[in-house]
């Protein structure tokens, strides 16, 4: 039996569970890539009942915040329910400049508050599909996976937005009530492509424009050189981060926190690991 024919019958299979443990169709979670892009067109091909929803990080390309939007007007015209979650902290509406502020340390391959807050937090007590795959753990596996920060290791929570090697194609998540099903997730690259290329899938023009994959601007897990080419691209993106990083230095001082940083630039400097700052800096103990 070929891939798509069992990521279908995965599909299905996931469909009938939602239905009989939730009483819901079931959710996919589309982030405007192009595994994201394959699971809604499998999906669509199934004939299952399901519904779509993106979780709007604040730091996603212009480019993706349209092509989901595009994406979502087609989807709804056929019927198909569709929605944006807006993230909340702590009860309030939230961003990616707000959350570093609020948290006094910016976001890193370790400490990844925002995935967290800005990606995990809808679809409670939902069955979900995903479009993780085992394969992209080799491009991570030594970037890190823990999204939350406390400061005893034994609190962390590990979540689970990331393709590592040992996802299976049925999750639980316990502390949420969530099934998760990731019916591509033994997809290699190359199955990805031939998918595309044979079903003439429209995807994210950034992929036509050098990206490999997308998601939030300046994400410490996407590599240096994707992170200075997105900054060289995106500039306003950049002056963001550093208003951010001005705040939350202000923030920690009112703490009274220690910081040997002067100003957010300086931040950004360290944060980008671009040789301006020598060496690593510890803030009472936060290994950044």
């Known amino acids: 039996m070929d891939l798509e024919k069992v990521a279908i019958m995965r599909l299905r299979d996931g469909a009938e569970i939602s239905k009989r443990y939730y009483d819901k169709p079931l959710m996919l979670c589309y982030s405007g890539g192009k595994d994201s892009d394959i699971i809604l067109d499998l999906a669509i091909k199934s004939g299952i009942d399901f519904e779509v929803q993106h979780s709007h990080t604040t730091a996603d390309a212009p480019e993706t915040v349209y092509h989901i939007r595009n994406k979502f007007k087609e989807l709804e015209s056929k019927g198909i329910k569709c929605n944006i979650d807006m993230p909340r902290y702590k009860g309030k509406p939230t961003s990616m400049w707000s959350l570093i502020v609020q948290k006094g340390i910016p976001p890193t391959r370790l400490v990844r508050y925002c995935c967290a807050i800005l990606k995990e937090t809808g679809g409670k007590n939902r069955a979900l599909v995903t479009g993780v795959r085992r394969a992209e753990s080799t491009k991570r596996q030594s970037k890190g996976v823990i999204e939350t920060y406390t400061p005893n290791p034994s609190d962390r929570i590990i979540l689970n937005n990331d393709n590592d090697d040992k996802r299976q194609i049925v999750e639980h998540c316990q502390l949420q009530g969530k099934i998760?099903?990731?019916?591509?997730?033994?997809?290699?690259?190359?199955?990805?492509?031939?998918?595309?290329?044979?079903?003439h899938l429209i995807l994210n023009p950034l992929y036509n424009c050098g990206f490999n994959r997308v998601?939030?601007?300046?994400?410490?897990?996407?590599?240096?050189?994707?992170?200075?080419?997105?900054?060289?691209?995106?500039?306003k993106y950049r002056n963001l981060y550093i208003r951010?990083?001005?705040k939350m230095l202000e923030v920690r001082k009112q703490r009274g926190k220690a910081t040997q940083h002067a100003n957010g630039l300086e931040v950004y400097h360290w944060w980008m690991q671009d040789g301006v700052l020598p060496g690593q800096l510890s803030f009472d103990g936060e290994d950044w």
């Open 180 to 199: 998760i099903f990731n019916p591509i997730c033994d997809w290699s690259d190359n199955d990805v492509k031939e998918y595309i290329n044979q079903e």
């Open 215 to 235: 998601g939030c601007i300046g994400c410490p897990l996407a590599g240096k050189k994707k992170r200075f080419a997105e900054f060289a691209r995106y500039p």
């Open 244 to 246: 951010a990083f001005d």
